[in-house]
């Protein structure tokens, strides 16, 4: 079955970094988009980042542009999310996604991730 397992989350004070990975297993990562999404209580998952399959084309939402960076190992079937200069209003669950034919149909139980000082 398919499984997306997120890891790296923590505490982290404002400026910090966190390296978040994600490992799939049940299926053929090589052949599919690979997202990032974050949540805050209240407010509606929204999308970090997305990359595909061989890592041609990479999208990033606005809210953490020009901060963080998404990368893929297919070998090691593992999606990467480094974040930099991290801020208080970055804390939430963030979650990895598998996206399939225009939907995520597979999602991770979620890392928290909490910016503070």
């Given at each position: 079955?398919?499984?997306?397992?997120?890891?790296?989350?923590?505490?982290?004070?404002?400026?910090?970094?966190?390296?978040?990975?994600?490992v799939a297993s049940?299926?053929?990562?090589?052949a599919y988009t690979?997202?990032?999404?974050?949540?805050?209580?209240?407010?509606?998952?929204?999308?970090?980042?997305?990359?595909?399959?061989?890592?041609?084309?990479?999208?990033?939402g606005a809210s953490?542009?020009?901060?963080?960076?998404?990368?893929?190992?297919?070998?090691?079937?593992?999606?990467?999310?480094?974040?930099?200069?991290?801020?208080?209003?970055?804390?939430?669950?963030?979650?990895?996604?598998?996206?399939?034919?225009?939907?995520?149909?597979?999602?991770?139980?979620?890392?928290?991730?909490?910016?503070?000082?």
């Amino acid at each position: 079955q398919v499984q997306l397992v997120e890891s790296g989350g923590g505490v982290v004070q404002p400026g910090g970094s966190l390296r978040l990975a994600c490992v799939a297993s049940g299926f053929t990562f090589s052949a599919y988009t690979m997202s990032w999404y974050r949540q805050v209580p209240g407010k509606e998952r929204e999308l970090v980042a997305s990359i595909s399959s061989a890592a041609r084309s990479i999208n990033y939402g606005a809210s953490m542009k020009g901060r963080c960076t998404v990368s893929r190992d297919n070998a090691e079937n593992t999606v990467y999310l480094q974040m930099n200069s991290l801020k208080p209003e970055d804390t939430a669950v963030y979650y990895c996604s598998r996206w399939n034919w225009g939907v995520n149909d597979y999602w991770g139980q979620g890392t928290q991730v909490t910016v503070s000082s």
